[in-house]
């Protein structure tokens, strides 16, 4: 049975950094496709960033608000994957969840299953 337990989160002042862990049980982890997702209040769930297998590859959220000041990172002895986020802005509140993806848009999960994912809060 897949598991993922997001944790991380919390509240930070703008400007501040957090570092979130996604560590993963009942998977195929170390040749999934990785990615993390957010999902704030009255919005659907959007993709932040995904990793491959490797790590060799990631891809970030088309946008510019994100490029340059997240970075995703994975460590399959763990199985975990990470997201650094550094010069958070109030917009990036919301809950932080990870899944395993087909491929590194983001588009298709490989599970159904979400965790429970983890709060980020940021105060101007």
């Known amino acids: 049975q897949v598991q993922f337990v997001e944790s991380g989160g919390g509240l930070v002042q703008a400007g501040g950094s957090l570092r979130l862990s996604c560590a993963a049980s009942?998977?195929?982890?170390?040749?999934?496709?990785m990615a993390w997702y957010r999902q704030a209040p009255g919005k659907q769930r959007e993709l932040v960033a995904a990793?491959?297998?490797?790590?060799?590859?990631?891809?970030?959220a088309d946008s510019d608000s994100v490029k340059g000041r997240f970075s995703i990172s994975r460590d399959n002895a763990k199985r975990t994957v990470y997201l650094q986020m550094n010069s958070l802005k109030p917009e990036d509140t919301a809950v932080y969840y990870c899944n395993a993806v087909t491929d590194l848009s983001g588009r298709v999960q490989k599970y159904d299953y979400w965790g429970q994912g983890t709060q980020v809060t940021v105060s101007s």
């Open positions: 009942g998977s195929t982890f170390s040749r999934d496709a």
């Open positions: 990793i491959s297998s490797s790590g060799a590859w990631k891809n970030y």
